[in-house]
């Protein structure tokens, strides 16, 4: 199967590198697009002009979640958290970006699932598919939130899933995500980690073959479930890989996502 392959364009951590020659990097190694965290009207334009420019396209935006707990509790300490979310989804929408990735919940003990935060949740959704932006909640640590949630926007053809395999793999090894949303994949964020390891918090972001995800097994699984979109690398360049220049950490990424698609 033919593959598109695209990347985390601030997969240069703390690099000050202006988008063009970013982008320019990111083409030359191989990729075919990129998504962003940025949600600023002016810097997702800026970021999809140059992206055009380059050849690449920009598949989905990644809302902030800093605070997403808070939709889950009494108070309007949401606010804040939920008004950069519509930016992300007004950037995407004026874009021309298809896709807003976004999280449920936060931590290892979010908050109980309640009607408040169904609401609000329920308030996104109505106003990204007024606006012609499909939601893609991602998979964190905490299953039955997300599954709530999926199961609240069954048959909403605006509304699907983002597969991490990382977060499956270092948060919930048990769990087989695409076994149970695996029809409605719209993204993918890939790295790799060495799992559960004792520490609060062990999901690095690896280099695909740095940790000890079976991404055959992983292949075999989107493969199976009729996954046919962008194979998306969500990867941090930091001490690590000090070792790399930024050309050689994203060419590398761009070989081991393809080695991956061919497993």
């Not at 149970?180 to 559960?196: A, E, R």
Request: some cysteine.
């Amino acid at each position: 199967m033919e593959r598109k392959f695209g990347i985390e364009l601030e997969c240069l951590k703390y690099k000050d590198i202006e988008c063009g020659v970013l982008l320019k990097m990111i083409k030359e190694a191989g990729f075919d697009s990129v998504f962003s965290n940025k949600f600023e009207p002016a810097e997702v334009a800026e970021i999809k002009e140059k992206a055009e420019k380059a050849g690449l396209g920009v598949d989905f935006l990644h809302a902030p979640f800093r605070g997403v707990n808070d939709f889950w509790c009494p108070g309007l300490d949401y606010l804040p958290l939920k008004k950069n979310i519509v930016k992300s989804i007004n950037s995407a929408a004026d874009n021309a970006i298809p896709i807003v990735v976004m999280h449920v919940d936060s931590g290892w003990n979010p908050p109980k699932i309640c009607d408040i935060g169904l609401n609000r949740f329920d308030e996104l959704v109505e106003y990204a598919d007024a606006k012609g932006v499909k939601i893609a909640f991602e998979n964190i640590r905490n299953f039955g939130t997300l599954s709530a949630m999926m199961q609240r926007y069954r048959g909403i053809d605006t509304v699907g899933y983002c597969y991490d395999c990382g977060h499956e793999h270092c948060y919930t090894e048990t769990v087989r995500f695409t076994d149970l949303f695996g029809s409605v994949i719209l993204c993918t964020h890939i790295h790799d980690n060495m799992g559960k390891d004792g520490r609060p918090d062990p999901d690095d972001h690896l280099m695909m073959f740095d940790g000890n995800i079976d991404y055959a097994d992983m292949m075999a699984r989107l493969n199976a479930v009729g996954y046919k979109g962008t194979l998306t690398v969500e990867l941090e360049k930091d001490d690590r890989y000090a070792h790399m220049t930024d050309e050689e950490y994203i060419k590398t990424a761009y070989e081991r996502i393809v080695k991956i698609s061919k497993l």
